[in-house]
């Protein structure tokens, strides 16, 4: 089963915006940490940003104050808005659940959903 869908990619110019979104079939993301990742071609998937269940966010330091994850629990949808995209973001991107480990640990289940791409051009 699909659990992860994500959608609203495209191709942009360098320097452009794009907001993708991420919504789970069958089940509700409303109580849940959600992760954004991508993966670039010849590259591993590594992790963007996450927002918690109570809305605090993080972000890796080569998209911090670029791009911000929300979202909107009356559509049970969450977002990524993408700004100042540069061509080194082109990528898949997939969203996935978090889970809470002991400490300050995090970690995902399979299985994962398609992607959706994001291309930026120079």
């Known amino acids: 089963q699909e659990q992860f869908v994500e959608s609203g990619g495209g191709s942009v110019q360098a320097g452009g915006s794009l907001t993708i979104s991420c919504a789970r079939a069958?089940?509700?993301?409303?109580?849940?940490?959600v992760g954004w990742y991508r993966r670039a071609p010849g590259k591993e998937r590594e992790l963007v940003g996450r927002?918690?269940?109570?809305?605090?966010?993080f972000y890796v330091q080569s998209v911090k104050d670029r791009f911000t994850i929300s979202r909107d629990n009356g559509k049970d949808t969450i977002y990524l808005q993408m700004n100042r995209l540069r061509p080194e973001d082109t990528a898949v991107y997939y969203c996935?659940?978090?889970?809470?480990?002991?400490?300050?640990?995090?970690?995902?289940?399979?299985?994962w959903g398609r992607g959706t791409q994001v291309t930026v051009s120079s």
């Open positions: 996935n659940i978090l889970y809470k480990g002991a400490g300050s640990t995090w970690y995902v289940r399979d299985p």
């Open positions: 069958g089940s509700s993301l409303v109580d849940k940490a």
């Open positions: 927002i918690g269940s109570g809305g605090d966010t």
